[in-house]
């Protein structure tokens, strides 16, 4: 665990007054109604230093959210480490499998393998590229998945 990951992450969507179900173009009107709100050129000129300064750091958040959620990309990669980071929290990791050891569904283009409990894990082959936990599809258990060299 490298040092770094302690720092809490920020949550974009509720910076952006979001649910991560939210589309884009919901979370772009969002974006313009508060950017316009915290914009420092719109804050009136008796207002206090400190409110001053609270609202560039909530102006500076607020375009960083939109610069990570407004990209389908950055947002897709976001999404999935919040996904991650949800699934650390829920419980330990029971096993690390390489890819490697898992079964290979031509099918459906998906890794799987079973889990004790009788269910299964399953990661789809672009998944497997970018996730590293995956949760069986009927318990509380967790691998993490190792890529091999």
Known sequence: MMAFEQTPKKDWYSILGANPSASISDLKQNYQKLIL??????QSADVPAGTMEE???K???IDQAWKILGNEET???YDLQRHED???NMGPVDAQVYLEEM??????HSFSLSCRCGGKYSVSEEEAEEVTLVS???CSLIIELLHGS
């Open 37 to 42: 709100m915290y914009h420092p050129d719109k």
């Open 136 to 138: 069986c599809d009927t």
């Open 86 to 88: 949800d699934l650390r």
């Open 59 to 61: 102006f500076i958040e």
């Open 103 to 108: 079964s290979w569904n031509k099918d459906d």
């Open 55 to 57: 609202c560039v750091q």
């Open 75 to 77: 947002k897709k990669e």
